[in-house]
């Protein structure tokens, strides 16, 4: 998408997409390195942070903060040092000709010397009732963040791959029990995770409900999770077969839940400029050519937070990460200007037109 220039509403030397921890980090440094950066929000402004009411690891807060309230200091922080926060989704950054062209999904149209993608790996979600309302209320999609909430508790933990085998055996910690619903028999999960659940389940420290769904979760803001309804049949995927006089349906009390399903790294505006992904579609990083670690292939582009991490996925690394981006963008950006290619447009060797 070649833009025309009557068309640009603005020209930035960097755009950053998101405004979760990564994002605002970046903003930060790049606000005090004089790089006048243009962050826009995202459909979730603030980023997964703003769906727990608890933060209690986030170094520099020995109470504890909020999410909001942590993400709205951060705000001002880098509104302090010039950044610009505005509302908008990104739904293209051509990579073809310099500047980079980034299209809102309102139509708006800028361009940037460079972009930094920190948008964040979206939890997959079941879509039951009562999981909106109680979203970071008893129902979370991370057990290492708020694990610790939900002290001798009966914990239900969903899903059936390695990342839900981890969760389980990690809530242990806390949990009276963790019961770990599966709608299979067989579990997809690496043997090594396997066969540690199943010497907790042998300590009596992990129940396994196999062939079971979850359909509802019920409870409130005030008082949390109370109990869920769960279906189940002998031959797998109950909630395929809820006519079938074999699947049987009941409720089960438990004070917590925790989605164990795997995340969606938010990256198709990014399709346009060729950039390496990797597997399951994290942006990949390698420090590339210009130095440093947030560095894509494309050159430009940088990645921060979520949308790199598939590992850590925790808001002091995913700050730590935008810190590294704004950083090496900077020196992106500055050997730019030495070599005179600021704002300026052209066809790019490296980056694949679509
Ligand atoms: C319920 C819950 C509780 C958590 N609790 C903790 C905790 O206690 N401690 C901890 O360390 N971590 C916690 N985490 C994890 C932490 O929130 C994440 O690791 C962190 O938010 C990642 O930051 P990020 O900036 O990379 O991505 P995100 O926070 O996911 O932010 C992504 C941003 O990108 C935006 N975006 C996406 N697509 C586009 C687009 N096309 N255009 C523009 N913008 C876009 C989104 O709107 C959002 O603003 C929790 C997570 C959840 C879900």
Known sequence: MASDADDVVDHRPLIVAGSGIAGLSAAIYAGRSNNDPLVFEGDEPGG??????EVDNYPGFPEGISGPELVQNMKQ?????GAEIKNGIIERVDGAERPFTVELAN????????????????ARTLGVPGED???????????TCDGAFFRDEKILVVGGGDAAMEEASFLTKFASTVYLV??????????????RVMEQVDDGEIEIMRNTELTEIHGSKADGVDHVTLVENPEGHPTDKLDDP????????VGAVFYAIGHTPNTSYLEGTGVDLDDEGYLDTQGGEGGGQTATDVPGIFGAGDVVDHHYQQAATAGGMGV???LDADDYLEE?????QAETSGEVATAESD
């Open 48 to 53: 997964q942070l703003t769906l727990t009411t």
């Open 77 to 81: 922080q880098a509104e302090r040092f």
């Open 107 to 122: 139509g708006d149209v800028y361009t940037a010397d460079a972009v930094i993608a920190a948008s964040g790996a979206s």
């Open 133 to 143: 309302e109680l979203m970071g209320y008893g129902l979370s999609t991370c057990a």
């Open 182 to 195: 599966h709608r299979r028999e067989e579990f997809r999960a690496e043997d090594y995770w396997i066969d």
């Open 246 to 253: 074999d699947t049987e349906e009941f409720d089960f009390d």
């Open 324 to 326: 590294k981006a704004a």
């Open 336 to 340: 730019l200007e030495r070599s005179g």
